[in-house]
């Protein structure tokens, strides 16, 4: 069964820019979170999407957004980048909602804003 | 801010030492997981535990789960070279209903000298 596969994996952006990266969920699985990791805070919450609809929030500005499509494959999207946007950018997947769902990491996507 | 804290930040072992970390939380946890993430890489689910006063074996890995539930540790006997990475804890925090986040600790880096 194939993973978690994001894209791109690694991107270079200008500040003032906007990116979009993409999330394929392991099949079968309709839940998918995502996470920002930097050496000095490292992996936070983002915001995670079950069925199309945003069910949790983590604390990060409106210029992060996301969607989930009905076949479950995410996006997110930031505007306007900053310099502190650069991290690893972590898409994860589970069965479902819950408390007792393990989730399962993408590789990422590297983003690095100049 | 992080609510799941995690001790040591960095451990530097003999190769064939013993290693652990702790995990503590201000609030009982539902479950705690752990993952382990390469230079590198990305975290990867190593195991759950759910019931209090857990204990659950990998190898030589040796997973606890506090009676209270509000805290967790990970101990590797003799340590290898592929032990290297950071380990993470993460539970699952919230305010009630769906309203549920898996937060993680800043993990612990763990290198091995041969």
């Known amino acids: 069964k194939a993973g978690v596969t994001q894209t791109p994996r690694y991107l270079i952006k200008t500040r003032g820019q906007q990116v979009t990266l993409s999330c394929s969920p392991i099949s079968g699985h309709r839940s998918v979170s995502w996470y920002q990791q930097t050496p000095g805070q490292g992996l936070q919450f983002l915001f995670e999407?079950?069925?199309?609809?945003?069910?949790n929030k983590g604390n990060f500005p409106g210029r992060f957004s996301g969607r989930q499509f009905s076949n479950s494959r995410s996006e997110m999207n930031v505007s306007t980048l900053e310099l502190g946007d650069s991290a690893l950018y972590l898409c994860?997947?589970?069965?479902?909602?819950?408390?007792?769902?393990?989730?399962?990491f993408g590789e990422g996507s590297w983003l690095t804003v100049v | 801010g992080q609510q799941v804290m995690q001790i040591p930040q960095y451990q530097h072992v003999q190769e064939g030492e013993d290693f652990t970390t702790y995990c503590n939380s201000s609030?009982?946890?539902?479950?705690i997981q752990w993952y382990k993430q390469r230079p590198g890489g990305h975290p990867v689910f190593l195991i759950q535990?759910?019931?209090?006063?857990e204990v659950k074996k990998q190898k030589r890995l040796t997973f606890q789960f506090g009676e209270a539930k509000k805290n967790s540790s990970l101990h590797i006997t003799a340590t290898q070279t592929t032990d290297v990475g950071t380990y993470f804890c993460a539970g699952w925090k919230g305010s009630g209903g769906s309203n549920y986040k898996l937060t993680f600790g800043k993990g612990t880096l763990l290198t091995v000298n041969p």
């Open positions: 994860a997947s589970s069965l479902g909602q819950g408390t007792r769902n393990t989730i399962y």
């Open positions: 535990l759910v019931k209090s006063g």
């Open positions: 999407y079950f069925s199309e609809t945003q069910r």
């Open positions: 609030t009982t946890l539902s479950n």
